[in-house]
């Protein structure tokens, strides 16, 4: 894979998962297979943290090295896959949105069931590493500057005090970012950012623009195998691509006729 590495983003993993979540859910079985695939074929997952640590400062990574990431902090993660991942011994990596676990800074916004306050510590004590997936999960991109700190400090703080360390790193919500996001997470304190994508992941992106692979409902088992190991990913995921170029164009026009709609609001008063 010439030192390409990939990234693999789940979400939900559920046996009968809320409609919003189906589509990127994994069911238990399906995601033991997975990783009984990865542990036979070789593979030796890292976590974010390490990758990251390895591509700055020139340390060498595992033979085979995969990432093993969670977005939002589904409950099953704790309930599913921590026993298939402890039975491996892989580590892994969860983003959090912290306004939507279950807790005092619970928004009621989440999409199905999520992670309480403790069952998240106890998946750092079982050597997940946790990161930061913004507060609310909104489009960080579409966001003013005082609400995209609010919703990048935020999570980092209220990570910091319930977990007892600084999250090192931060998925963005829906994998949307911009330049300006980028520097806002990185002066935030975060060491490295995770995008979408769909692609493997490559020193040559950059420490806040690393790409993952969507892994879903309708991932079957040969079809992961050629994902993990790199084969046809741009063939299988062309239509996506296209579409979320289209659709980024979209989205830079609506922010610029945002900004220009608030310029000119601010010249009449």
């Given at each position: 894979?010439?030192?390409?590495?990939?990234?693999?983003?789940?979400h939900a993993v559920a046996y009968?998962?809320?409609?919003?979540?189906?589509?990127?859910?994994?069911?238990?079985?399906?995601?033991?297979?997975?990783?009984?695939?990865?542990?036979?074929?070789?593979?030796?997952?890292?976590?974010?943290?390490?990758?990251?640590?390895?591509?700055?400062?020139?340390?060498?990574?595992?033979?085979?090295?995969?990432?093993?990431?969670?977005?939002?902090?589904?409950?099953?993660?704790?309930?599913?896959?921590?026993?298939?991942?402890?039975?491996?011994?892989?580590?892994?990596?969860?983003?959090?949105?912290?306004?939507?676990?279950?807790?005092?800074?619970?928004?009621?916004?989440?999409?199905?069931?999520?992670?309480?306050?403790?069952?998240?510590?106890?998946?750092?004590?079982?050597?997940?590493?946790?990161?930061?997936?913004?507060?609310?999960?909104?489009?960080?991109?579409?966001?003013?500057?005082?609400?995209?700190?609010?919703?990048?400090?935020?999570?980092?703080?209220?990570l910091t005090d319930e977990l007892?360390?600084?999250?090192?790193?931060?998925?963005?919500?829906?994998?949307?970012?911009?330049?300006?996001?980028?520097?806002?997470?990185?002066?935030?304190?975060?060491?490295?950012?995770?995008?979408?994508?769909?692609?493997?992941?490559?020193?040559?992106?950059?420490?806040?623009?690393?790409?993952?692979?969507?892994?879903?409902?309708?991932?079957?088992?040969?079809?992961?195998?050629?994902?993990?190991?790199?084969?046809?990913?741009?063939?299988?995921?062309?239509?996506?691509?296209?579409?979320?170029?289209?659709?980024?164009?979209?989205?830079?026009?609506?922010?610029?006729?945002?900004?220009?709609?608030?310029?000119?609001?601010?010249k009449v008063r």
């Amino acid at each position: 894979m010439s030192g390409r590495v990939p990234i693999l983003m789940y979400h939900a993993v559920a046996y009968a998962p809320a409609r919003a979540t189906r589509a990127l859910s994994v069911s238990p079985p399906a995601f033991a297979a997975q990783m009984d695939l990865l542990g036979a074929r070789g593979f030796t997952p890292v976590t974010c943290e390490r990758l990251a640590a390895a591509w700055r400062g020139g340390a060498a990574l595992p033979e085979r090295p995969v990432l093993i990431t969670f977005d939002d902090g589904y409950e099953g993660v704790h309930r599913y896959a921590l026993p298939s991942l402890a039975s491996h011994g892989f580590p892994a990596t969860l983003f959090a949105t912290t306004g939507w676990l279950r807790g005092p800074y619970d928004t009621g916004r989440a999409l199905d069931l999520m992670l309480d306050w403790d069952q998240l510590r106890a998946l750092a004590a079982a050597g997940l590493e946790i990161g930061g997936h913004s507060h609310t999960h909104p489009q960080l991109d579409q966001l003013d500057d005082e609400r995209l700190w609010f919703e990048v400090l935020r999570c980092r703080e209220i990570l910091t005090d319930e977990l007892g360390r600084p999250p090192v790193s931060f998925a963005y919500p829906y994998g949307y970012s911009s330049r300006r996001v980028r520097r806002t997470v990185r002066a935030a304190g975060f060491g490295v950012g995770l995008a979408v994508g769909n692609d493997l992941a490559a020193r040559g992106q950059g420490p806040y623009a690393l790409r993952r692979v969507t892994i879903g409902r309708a991932t079957r088992i040969a079809e992961f195998e050629r994902l993990v190991t790199g084969q046809a990913v741009g063939r299988h995921f062309a239509r996506d691509r296209a579409l979320t170029k289209g659709y980024a164009l979209i989205r830079r026009s609506r922010r610029l006729s945002r900004q220009l709609s608030r310029q000119a609001w601010g010249k009449v008063r």
